[in-house]
C-alpha cells in the first residue's frame, strides 16, 4: 500500500481548545530505523486511546504527520453520548433488533469506560456527567420520539419521553416532544486526548511527529512502514487512527466525509441551571446540538453540508456560525452571549452511524478505526477495547457490529 493515508485539510478557524492548558506531548524526530510491537498510524484522540491501551504490554510508537492533537481531535464539541447518529429504531430496520441492541449497549458501557479510564488515571480534561435531551424535529417526531423511547426502555436504556407540556415546563422549550436520558458526558477533547499520550508515553510508548508514512508492505511476520523522515518503521501490528484521512487501499461502503461548524461563547455565560448538566441536540436534518463547557462557556454546533470541503471556505465559516447562533436563539430567546471562538471541520457519516474498527483488506496484522458519527470519541473507546483484544489473541463479542 502506498501513499498511505488522504490527505485534507481537516479544520477553519480556531478552536476553542487550542487555548486550552495541558496540551503539552512530548515528541521525537524519527533518525534511525526503529522496530516495536505497534504502530500506530494518527495522534488524535483515536491514537491516543489506543496508545494508552496497548502501550500497557507492548512496545508502541505513534507516528503522525502534523503535531499531536492538530487534526480531527480539535474540532470536536465532545459530546460524549452513548446515543447514535441513527436511533435504535432506525438502526434496527436496517441491522435488526438484536445488533441494534448490542451496539446501543456496548455504545452506553463505553462512555461508562471513558469515564472510568479519567478517574483511574486522574487525567484533567474537565469530564462532567451528562443527560441528554434530544428533541423532536423535521426528521423525525413527536412519534417517533415516543417509539424510539419505548424501544430504548425495553433494552434497558434509562430514557424518558417527554410531551411539550412537560419540556416546556422541565427546560422551557418549544418543541413537540423530547427523549431524556441519562448516562453520557462532556469533556475537552484536547486535553483528553494529551493526557492519554502522555499516560501512554510514560509506558513507554514514542511519539514521533512530524512523520509521515509513504507506504505500507506487510508480510507474514509484521508490517514495514517506509517514512519520509528516510528511516522504517517494523511492527508486528500497525492500527492506522486517521480519522477522516482514510487510509488508501482500504474500503469505505457507506461512508462519507462532510462538513461541520461549531462556536463557542464567552467564559461564564449565563445560562439556564439545567443547561449545566444537559447535552441537548435535535432530530433534524441540518441538526443543532449545544452544551455548556466547564468554564461556562456554550458550545454549539451543526449545519452539517454534505460537501467534504465546505468547512475550508472562511466566509462561509462566518455565515454558518452565525445561522447557527440565530437557531439557538429561536430556541433559548431569553439567552444573551458574546461568540468567542468559530471553526468548522471535516466529519464523518457512515451509513448505519457505526464506525469501521475492521482489519485491513489484503494487508495482513493491519487495522483501521474509522469513526464515523457524531460519537467518534465513545467509538475511539470501543476500537481501542476492539484491537487490543485481537491483538492480545482474544476475540471482542461485539467486533462483528463495527466490520460490516
Not at 23 to 30: F, Q, R, T, Y
Not at 87 to 103: C, K
Not at 112 to 118: D, N, R
Not at 241 to 251: H, I, K, N, R
Amino acid at each position: 500500500m502506498s501513499g498511505a493515508t488522504q490527505k485534507r485539510d481537516l479544520r477553519t478557524g480556531r478552536s476553542v481548545w487550542a487555548d486550552s492548558y495541558g496540551l503539552g506531548v512530548p515528541v521525537k524526530a524519527l533518525t534511525e530505523a526503529v522496530s516495536v510491537d505497534i504502530a500506530i498510524i494518527g495522534a488524535g484522540i483515536s491514537g491516543a486511546f489506543m496508545a494508552r491501551e496497548l502501550s500497557r504490554d507492548h512496545s508502541v510508537v505513534v507516528l503522525d504527520r502534523r503535531p499531536p492533537l492538530t487534526g480531527s481531535t480539535m474540532a470536536s464539541t465532545a459530546l460524549l453520548q452513548w446515543e447514535i447518529d441513527l436511533p435504535l429504531t432506525a438502526l434496527a430496520d436496517q441491522i435488526g433488533m438484536p445488533d441494534a441492541r448490542r451496539a446501543y449497549l456496548r455504545s452506553r458501557a463505553a462512555v461508562e469506560a471513558l469515564k472510568q479510564i479519567v478517574a483511574d488515571e486522574g487525567i484533567r480534561c474537565g469530564l462532567q456527567d451528562k443527560d441528554t435531551l434530544y428533541l423532536a424535529g423535521d426528521e423525525y417526531g413527536r412519534r417517533a420520539l415516543e417509539a424510539e423511547a419505548d424501544a430504548r426502555a425495553d433494552v434497558g436504556l434509562d430514557s424518558t419521553f417527554l410531551g411539550p407540556a412537560d419540556l416546556r415546563a422541565r427546560f422551557g422549550l418549544d418543541r413537540t416532544g423530547a427523549i431524556l436520558s441519562t448516562g453520557s458526558a462532556s469533556a475537552d477533547p484536547a486535553q483528553l486526548a494529551a493526557a492519554l499520550l502522555r499516560r501512554a508515553q510514560a509506558d513507554g510508548a514514542v511519539v514521533y511527529s512530524p512523520v509521515e508514512v509513504t507506504q505500507a508492505a506487510s508480510d507474514p511476520d509484521g508490517v514495514t512502514l517506509l517514512t519520509d523522515a528516510g528511516h522504517a518503521v517494523r511492527a508486528r501490528h500497525v492500527v492506522f487512527c486517521c480519522g477522516y484521512e482514510f487510509p488508501d487501499g482500504v474500503p469505505t461502503p457507506g461512508a462519507k466525509v462532510i462538513s461541520t461548524w461549531a462556536l463557542a461563547s464567552t467564559e461564564r455565560t449565563p445560562c439556564p441551571a439545567w443547561l449545566r448538566d444537559t447535552l441537548v441536540w435535535e432530530a433534524s436534518d441540518p441538526y443543532l446540538y449545544f452544551r455548556m463547557a466547564s468554564d461556562g462557556r456554550l458550545i454549539v454546533g451543526g449545519e452539517d453540508e454534505d460537501a467534504p470541503g465546505a468547512h475550508e471556505d472562511p466566509d462561509k465559516l462566518k455565515r454558518k456560525c452565525e445561522t447557527i447562533r440565530e437557531k439557538l436563539l429561536r430556541l433559548l430567546p431569553d439567552l444573551a452571549f458574546e461568540v468567542d471562538y468559530i471553526w468548522a471541520g471535516a466529519f464523518g457519516e457512515s451509513a448505519t452511524g457505526l464506525p469501521s474498527i475492521a482489519p485491513v483488506p489484503d494487508m495482513a496484522h493491519a487495522w483501521a478505526v474509522m469513526g464515523f458519527g457524531g460519537n467518534g470519541i465513545t467509538y475511539s473507546v470501543i476500537a481501542s477495547q476492539v484491537v487490543s483484544a485481537a491483538i492480545r489473541g482474544r476475540a471482542d463479542p461485539d467486533a462483528d457490529l463495527y466490520q460490516a
